[in-house]
């Protein structure tokens, strides 16, 4: 196992090392098809991290409930209080977001 973790490793390293056709066009950001004016790392307003962390918030939520949902019928009740709380605490967040004004919009 560890020869061939190697020499796929090996494998990979030779294929990045390989010279490429320089194009002009290849190192220009783009968008659309056309040249973007702005520059490729611009900066966001900090008010989108927050949508960002809510995101995932809930993003997160939703793969906790479907392993929860396959096994649902075989622990039954407990399995339903445990999703309940789950549930409480992210929609304590989200009001808390709310009464903050973390989503509104500017």
């Known amino acids: 196992m560890l020869m061939a973790t190697l020499g796929l490793a090996g494998c990979l390293w030779g294929a990045g090392r390989r010279s490429t056709l320089d194009e002009p066009g290849k190192t220009v950001p783009f ?7 702005d520059p ?3 900066r966001y307003h900090v008010r989108y991290y ?3 962390l809510l995101f995932l918030a809930f993003d997160m939520e939703m793969a906790y409930m479907y392993p929860w ?6 622990l039954g009740v407990p399995a339903l209080l445990d ?4 549930l409480l605490i992210l929609f304590l967040g989200l009001l808390y977001t709310l009464s903050q004004g973390g989503l509104r919009r500017q």
């Open 69 to 74: 949902a396959v096994v649902y019928r075989e």
């Open 50 to 52: 927050g949508f960002a």
């Open 83 to 86: 999703m309940g709380v789950f």
């Open 40 to 42: 490729a790392w611009g």
């Open 31 to 37: 968008q659309s098809g056309r040249l973007d004016p």
